[in-house]
């Protein structure tokens, strides 16, 4: 999900807007996040090259995973910053966020 902030004064989480849109509306300094604009940007190299050797790759180490888990690891894992399991980094980045005080 898309998020952005607030970038006035102190930068500050703005929960109701969603899309650029609402970003225009609400404010001419509401900036989208680094993830968001990220998720944007297509990388050739990400999508039709690394991805897909390190899928070939993991499946070979790990034969009993399905895809959706072997997807999870093409990027790595993490520590849960609250629990301690391991998580996909997607997860991690999520969690994070959750943890992160909220204005």
């Not at 509306?25 to 604009?37: E, G, H, I, L, Q």
């Amino acid at each position: 999900m898309a998020h952005f902030y607030d970038c006035t004064h102190e930068p500050k989480f703005e929960k109701n807007v969603t899309t650029p849109a609402q970003a225009r509306k609400n404010n001419y300094k509401t900036y989208p996040s680094v993830t968001t604009v990220l998720g944007i940007i297509k990388d050739d190299f990400l999508d039709s090259i690394y991805k897909p050797r390190m899928m070939v790759d993991l499946a070979r180490k790990h034969p009993n995973l399905v895809w959706q888990d072997i997807e999870t690891l093409v990027y790595g894992t993490r520590e849960h910053p609250v629990t301690g399991d391991t998580i996909g980094s997607s997860e991690f980045g999520t969690a994070v966020h959750k943890c992160m005080k909220i204005r």
